[in-house]
């Protein structure tokens, strides 16, 4: 018979729920917190145990665990594509920095969401992990897209440009607005969850900032594409219209089927 380390971590966490804890099986030596495993690691689209991490395994295959490869395919069409098509025209300095900024931006974000779907509270050391991962790639979101904005509203204001005038522009507003919202509520149920009333309670709203995560994602993502449409990335610089909605619908691929829906409050009875 294939012992316990020879079999999928999926099938043995699909055997978990009729062990008791002591007859738990083990991975490598460890034994994972029984209670509520099971639920956690199901994911939207695949099989209980699909895109979780092992307890052994390293933090850094979080971003390609499961579909997360598409996620990682969808970032390398943007940033490659942009970063080639930018090397092969002239720059302009209060624009080419808002393409630069916003994907690398954008990529930030996304590994920042990758790293920590795959974890769970039955192995904490990991989770703890992920989740200071997690902060600290939103920090350096967060400084990024502050940046790219900040360049391309300059670049309107100097050059006398109206406000809104693409689509891009008005989701890019929009969602940078959202996104500040979501980094202040991020920050302090995390680090000053007392401005919450207490810990507990700000981990109960973990909740509603993973909801809002992916909501704000599918904003993000849908501004990268939109940028695609605007007079200077299409007809300036030429780079044709299906790249950036390409990428982002690979990063959509990849992210969305590993949603956790336990993480949700959504249990298997
Ligand atoms: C990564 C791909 C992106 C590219 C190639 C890109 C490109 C551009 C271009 C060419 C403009 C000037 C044209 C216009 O205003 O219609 C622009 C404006 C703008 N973009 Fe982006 N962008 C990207 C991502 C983002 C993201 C992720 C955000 C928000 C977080 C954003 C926010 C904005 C804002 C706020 C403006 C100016 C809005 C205004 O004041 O009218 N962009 N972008």
């Known amino acids: 018979m294939a012992s ?3 079999r999928t971590y ?3 966490v699909d055997n978990r729920d009729h062990h008791d804890e002591e007859t738990q099986p083990t991975i490598n030596g460890h034994r994972p917190h029984r209670s509520h495993h099971f639920h956690d690691s199901e994911p939207l689209l695949g099989r209980p145990g699909a895109a979780l991490q092992r307890p052994n395994a390293p933090m850094i295959s979080n971003l390609y665990l499961g579909t997360g490869f598409l996620s990682v395919l969808g970032l390398l069409v943007v940033l490659i594509s942009l970063t080639a098509i930018i090397a092969s025209h002239k ?9 630069l900024f916003q994907s690398l931006g954008a990529v930030s974000l996304v590994l920042a969401i990758l790293v920590l779907q795959p974890t769970s509270h039955s192995v904490p050391d990991q989770k703890r992990l992920a989740a200071r991962w997690h902060a600290s790639l939103q920090v350096l979101s967060f400084l990024l897209f502050t940046a790219g904005v900040t360049v391309i509203e ?3 204001h100097v050059n006398h440009m109206a406000h809104f005038h693409s689509a891009h522009a008005a989701l890019g507003v929009a969602t940078y607005a959202l996104l500040v919202l979501q980094y202040l ?4 149920i995390y680090v000053t969850p007392a401005v919450w009333g207490g810990e507990d309670k700000a981990k109960s709203l973990y909740k509603w900032h993973r909801y809002a995560g992916y909501a704000i994602l599918a904003a993000v993502l849908a501004t990268v594409s939109a940028a695609n449409w605007t007079d200077y990335v299409h007809k300036a610089l030429g780079l044709p ?7 982002a619908a690979l990063v ?3 992210i969305f ?6 993480k949700f409050g959504y249990v298997r009875v």
Do not use: I, M, Y
Request: hydrophobic share 40%.
């Open 154 to 156: 300059v670049n309107k």
């Open 4 to 6: 316990t380390d020879q």
């Open 252 to 254: 959509v691929l990849g």
């Open 91 to 99: 720059t302009l300095p209060l624009v080419t920095p808002h393409l």
């Open 241 to 247: 219209t299906f790249v950036l909605p390409l990428g």
């Open 10 to 12: 999926a099938e043995v």
């Open 257 to 262: 089927p590993r949603v956790q829906k336990s």
């Open 185 to 188: 509520f991020g920050f302090t």
